[in-house]
């Protein structure tokens, strides 16, 4: 899977010039002229995309798509983006905690302080009890919704 932009009604055009090069014509999307027409036949171009794309992979495809100076990229797994180059010489990335992997703290750095994890991340319902607390629950009501399969 990849995320492509071609937003305009030149770089669309320069995809579909390029598709066709490839193999793929689609002359009624290629010859669309204004951002209107695209967003008319948007529905129509994905589904089109979607069939050329499943043709290949996603890795062929990004690679096809630079090639064509053409915005887009493939989508990562976690574990691809935190392997990264470029990520790893950003502060994005803390060490997690446990031998759990990296973890994102934030997309930019600080002058000063700034984010930082310093626990791990809470198990599923483990903050329930505290946060109907907060929320003015009693203790009895917690019960009644434990018992009842609310929470």
């Known amino acids: 899977m990849f995320v ?3 937003p305009t009604p ?3 055009r320069r995809l579909w010039s390029a598709l ?9 999307f290629e010859a669309l002229s204004t951002l209107d027409e695209l967003r008319k036949h948007s529905g129509a171009m994905r589904d089109a995309l979607h069939e050329i794309f499943r043709t290949r992979s996603a890795a062929w495809w990004e ?11 493939r989508v990562r797994t976690l574990a691809e983006a935190v392997d990264e180059e ?3 010489h950003r502060p994005f990335l803390q060490p997690a905690q446990d031998g759990d992997p990296p973890v994102p703290v934030a997309a ?19 903050h329930t009890a505290e946060i109907l607390q907060e929320l003015g629950h009693s203790a009895a009501d ?10």
Do not use: Y
Not at 63 to 73: F, M, Q, S, V, Y
Not at 142 to 151: K, N, T
């Open 86 to 88: 470029q990520l790893k």
């Open 63 to 73: 690679e096809w798509i630079h090639r064509h100076g053409l915005p887009g990229e």
């Open 4 to 6: 492509l932009g071609t």
């Open 20 to 28: 066709a090069a490839e193999g793929h014509p689609c002359p009624r």
């Open 108 to 126: 930019f750095g600080f002058a000063h302080d700034g984010p930082r994890r310093d626990r791990p991340a809470p198990g599923f319902g483990e």
């Open 10 to 12: 030149d770089q669309n």
């Open 142 to 151: 917690i019960d009644r919704l434990r018992a009842e399969g609310a929470v």
